[in-house]
Structures are given as structure tokens and as C-alpha cells.
């Protein structure tokens, strides 16, 4: 505890900036912006305090404009891999025993370069490579990861001052350990704001990681890796390796001082990394903690008595936003045929005032490109099969073009089925597909909701009857993690929505609060006695 009881500053959430035309916010990221594209990168792996570039690359072209290279990221072997985490495994002393006030210091001083210095660098980089509006890199690489980053910190302080009861003559206290090993975060594409606060998370509760960041989010997490640095972290404490993910992945899992993985990604992906660490479980020194948010096929449904021009505006935001590329977005809604036409319509007011998906470059364009070719290449086979199935009318969109980058229309499907498969299959894009109710099967289509998806990461039900909302409430339980009412399924922030699901969306440890952190410590019970008993005889005994 070093020399004082430390009070760390109070976590607030950081201001998203409007980056309204004419604003000096809008300028100074468009500067950035055209610097980086008319740049080349280069990105090493980080081991220690060597940036290690292996002479095997690949490049880093933005979504919406796939010919241009801005920068080439290197590919590690598996020696690269074993040095990481040989090289983690160094650091881990003099980590784990720094002093839990200057820990804290480097992540709060990296929030404040975020805020300040490097805002355009990470907004810019996340604008490029992972295509997204100047607002949604806003609100995600900026202010998000400030937000982690500050509120960890207050949350890891909350953790440290929860100490038990001492009873006369004894004292109690509990220290939070990290865990004996290393830590292996693998992070998405989708989320700047994940892929910093993955390995950050551990790294600050005492943990080394050992880091695979997406390759369509290498660039971004560059900046992050920048930032980190310049706030102080020692190195080894994050060791950074891209490549081939079985390879990196069976490589971490083969040590015996693997003591967690931090991951966020597809399900398929997370059952079978929980399947290789049950398959390894004899080789490891303790019982890996697996942290994962994957899937879900998140919903919307309204009720008769839901306000049209609000269940549209929720449909048009909720589905579209990032290109419907987040974990929370709206992909299956449920309407009552009593104001179905009415909301559709709405929805396609709001469609056709959408520019056609373009460059984040342009700030007029709502859309944008999705991630890559394989994601577009899914999307057009579910569009084009919609087209043919009888069951299933595509209503607004429908088009799409990869000439230039990889461009989805947002997509309205209306099926009879509710079980159509574009209701059921996550898709990762902008397509969503409704469901129209009869009004009188309200308590029906509820249960329809929650057996529909093997998911539960979010949902929403809208509703202007109180009656209705404590029903849906009650019904869909288990089948979201965040329950939305009256709003849009996405847009959780730090410090008011931890997020997180369950079945098949993860293990809903709640990312952004206590309950995340508290997964990278190992607490141990320190009892101390003053007086200390020199004869075995309880009273009983006479």
C-alpha cells in the first residue's frame, strides 16, 4: 500500500465531441485522417523492448477503398510467440510487486493522452482500417477506452478496499494477486475500445498479457500500443504478436503458466479454445480463468402500444450504426401488425435520407464499408437468397458493391417465418429482418423471443404500457445480458451499462465493472494472530 491510504480521481465519462462541420475537432481529424492514408505503416511485434519486424507481411487497406495500402503489419513465428510470453514471464516480478499507486498512474496518464494528444491519431487509424464515421470512432476508440481506463481504475481501488471483519486479537486482510502466469487477450476487429481494454484490464490488476489483436484492427492498436508506452508501461508487461491465430493460440495454450485467456470474438472460436484449455488442463501449474463475449442475435421487439416513430428511429440506429458490425446491434425485430406498415415506413424514410455507403472521409455518410471481402461475401448470399425465398420480401436495400470497398446497402428483410433464417443466423452486417405479430400474440411472441437465439447479449422492448414492459421484463430474462427498455439495443457505456451476456453470447463478466476485474486476481486470506495459543485444551474439555 505504499506510504498512504491513495484516493485515485473519480471516474467520469469523457465528452464525446460533435465534429460538427466547421468545427477545429473536424479539421484536425481530417488532417490526420489524410496523413495516415497517404502513408505507410509499418507495425512490428512488440516483445519487451524490441520492436521485432520479421521481413513477412501483410498489408492494411481500408474497408472502403480495399486497392490502397496504407501500411504493412509483420507476421510472427512461433519462436516470436514463445519469446513473448518467456519475455512476459520476466516482467511478471517487478509488476506484480510495483506498487499499486504508480500502476495506476500509467493507465490514468494513458487516458489523458487519449483525451488529448493522441484523440486524432486513434480516431483517424480506427476511421481507416476499420472503416468507421468520425461519431462511431468517437465513441469508441476515444471515448470508450478513456472511459475503461478511468473507471478501472476506480473500480480496482474499490476491489483493494473490500477487507473482511477482524475479531478480537486477530487481524484479517485479503490481498488481490494477480494470477501466476500470463494472461492471453485476443481482441476483435469491431472495437478499438475492446482491443485496448482486453489486455489493459488484466495488465492492470498486476498481470503480463500476451496480446493477438484482430488483423483488420492492427492499426489502431498501434496508437494503443503508442499510447501505452508513452504513459510508462515497463516492457513485457503487454507483449504484442499478430499472425496466424491457431498457431499463436496453440503455442499460448501449450504453456504451463497460461492462467487466463481475455477474449472477445466469434462463439464458434470461444468453444473451442475452452475445449483446447480442457483438453490442456493437466500441463497448466492453475485452473485457467476463460473470460469471453462472443455472439448474438439481438432483438427489438415492440409492443401495440410502442410509439412508431421511436421503434423506427431505435430499428434505424440500433441495426445500422458501424454497418450493424456490433455485437449488440439489432438483427431480428418483432412488430405488431397494428402498426407494422407504419414503422417500416418510417425505417425507409430514414434509409432512403442515408447517402449510398461511402468513405468515413465524407461526414455526410451514416454507412460505410463492412470489414472485409469474406463478411461482404456472406451478406450478398443471405440478400440474394431473400430475393429468391417466398417467405421473405426485402423491403429497402438489397444492393450491395465491392468494386471499390466492400459496400452492404442496409437492408430491411420482412419475413412470415420466425424462424426465417436470416432471424436466427448472426450475420455481422447491416441486415436486419422483422417479424410481424398478430397484436393479440404479445405473451406468445415473447416466448418466441427468448427460445428463437442460442444468443443473450442484448435486447429491447418498447413499449407505453407498464404492464407490457414488466411482462417482457420478466419473460426475456435469460435471453439478454443488457435488456434495453424504451431504447435501442447498443450503445452501452462505461461506468452505467456494464456489458456482457450469457448462453452462447459468453460469460457475461460484465466488461466496463467490478466484476471483469476481479477475474484477473487470485485473493489470499491473511490471518494474523497476536496472541497466539500455546495450549491445544478448549474449556469443554474441563
Not at 38 to 56: F, N
Not at 378 to 396: F, G, P, S, T
Amino acid at each position: 500500500m505504499g506510504k498512504g491510504f491513495f484516493h485515485v480521481p473519480i471516474a467520469i465519462n469523457e465528452p464525446i465531441k460533435s465534429y460538427a462541420p466547421g468545427s477545429e475537432e473536424r479539421e484536425e481529424v481530417l488532417k490526420q485522417y489524410h496523413s495516415y492514408f497517404k502513408g505507410s505503416v509499418d507495425i512490428p511485434l512488440y516483445i519487451g523492448s524490441k520492436e521485432i519486424r520479421t521481413g513477412r507481411t501483410r498489408p492494411i487497406s481500408p474497408p472502403h477503398d480495399h486497392k490502397n495500402e496504407v501500411g504493412r503489419y509483420h507476421l510472427a513465428e512461433k519462436k516470436h510467440v514463445e519469446q513473448a510470453i518467456e519475455n512476459g514471464l520476466e516482467a511478471r516480478e517487478a509488476w506484480a510487486n510495483m506498487a499499486w499507486e504508480q500502476r495506476t498512474a500509467i493507465f490514468l496518464k494513458a487516458a489523458e493522452l487519449i483525451a488529448g494528444p493522441y484523440r486524432d491519431r486513434i480516431n483517424a487509424a480506427t476511421m481507416i482500417a476499420q472503416s468507421k464515421t468520425i461519431h462511431q470512432a468517437e465513441i469508441d476508440s476515444a471515448c470508450e477506452t478513456i472511459d475503461f481506463l478511468r473507471f478501472n481504475v476506480e473500480y480496482m481501488a474499490q476491489i483493494y478496499g473490500q477487507q473482511p471483519e477482524s475479531s478480537e486479537g486477530v487481524w484479517n486482510r485479503v490481498e488481490y494477486r494477480p494470477l501466476e502466469g500470463f494472461v492471453y487477450a485476443i481482441t476483435p476487429f469491431n472495437f478499438t475500445a475492446i482491443s485496448a481494454n482486453l489486455p489493459a484490464s488484466a495488465a492492470m490488476m498486476g498481470n503480463v498479457v500476451l496480446w493477438k489483436p484482430s488483423d483488420h484492427q492492427v492499426f489502431s492498436a498501434k496508437i494503443v500500443v503508442d499510447v501505452l508506452k508513452e504513459a510508462g508501461l515497463p516492457d513485457g508487461v503487454i507483449n504484442v504478436v499478430y499472425g496466424d491465430p491457431a498457431m499463436i493460440t496453440e503455442t499460448a495454450l501449450a504453456s504451463p503458466d497460461f492462467a487466463g485467456i481475455h477474449y472477445t470474438g466469434s462463439t464458434t472460436v470461444f468453444k473451442s479454445l475452452w475445449k483446447q484449455i480442457g483438453d490442456n488442463i493437466d500441463l497448466y501449474k492453475s485452473y485457467p480463468r476463460i473470460v469471453g463475449e462472443t455472439g448474438g442475435k439481438d432483438f427489438i421487439v415492440a409492443h401495440p402500444t410502442a410509439k412508431p416513430q421511436q421503434v423506427a428511429t431505435a430499428i434505424s440506429r440500433g441495426a445500422f450504426e458501424f454497418q450493424g458490425q456490433k455485437c449488440s446491434a439489432a438483427s431480428r425485430v418483432y412488430l405488431p401488425k397494428s402498426t407494422s406498415e407504419k414503422i417500416i415506413e418510417l425505417v425507409k424514410k430514414d434509409l432512403n435520407s442515408f447517402n449510398k455507403p461511402g468513405s468515413p472521409e465524407d461526414m455526410s455518410n451514416f454507412i460505410t464499408a463492412v470489414i472485409h471481402e469474406a463478411s461482404f461475401d456472406k451478406l450478398a448470399k443471405y440478400i440474394d437468397q431473400a430475393k429468391e425465398d417466398k417467405n421473405a420480401e426485402i423491403v429497402a436495400g438489397g444492393e450491395y458493391d465491392k468494386s471499390k470497398g466492400y459496400f452492404v446497402e442496409p437492408t430491411v428483410i420482412v419475413t412470415s417465418d420466425p424462424h426465417y433464417s436470416t432471424m436466427e443466423t448472426e450475420l455481422f452486417g447491416p441486415v436486419v429482418t422483422i417479424y410481424e405479430y398478430a397484436d393479440k400474440d404479445w405473451s406468445k411472441t415473447l416466448k418466441l423471443v427468448d427460445e428463437t437465439s442460442p444468443y443473450a447479449l442484448t435486447g429491447a422492448v418498447m413499449s407505453g404500457d407498464r404492464y407490457a414492459i414488466e411482462e417482457a421484463t420478466h419473460a426475456l430474462q435469460n435471453c439478454a445480458g443488457n435488456f434495453y427498455i424504451n431504447d435501442k439495443p447498443t450503445g452501452a457505456v462505461v461506468g452505467q451499462q456494464p456489458f456482457g451476456g450469457a448462453r452462447a453470447s459468453g460469460t457475461n463478466d460484465k466488461a466496463g465493472s467490478m466484476q471483469n476485474l476481479l477475474r484477473w486476481v487470485s485473493p489470499r486470506l491473511i490471518k494474523e494472530t497476536f496472541v497466539t495459543p500455546e495450549d491445544y485444551r478448549y474449556p469443554f474439555l474441563g
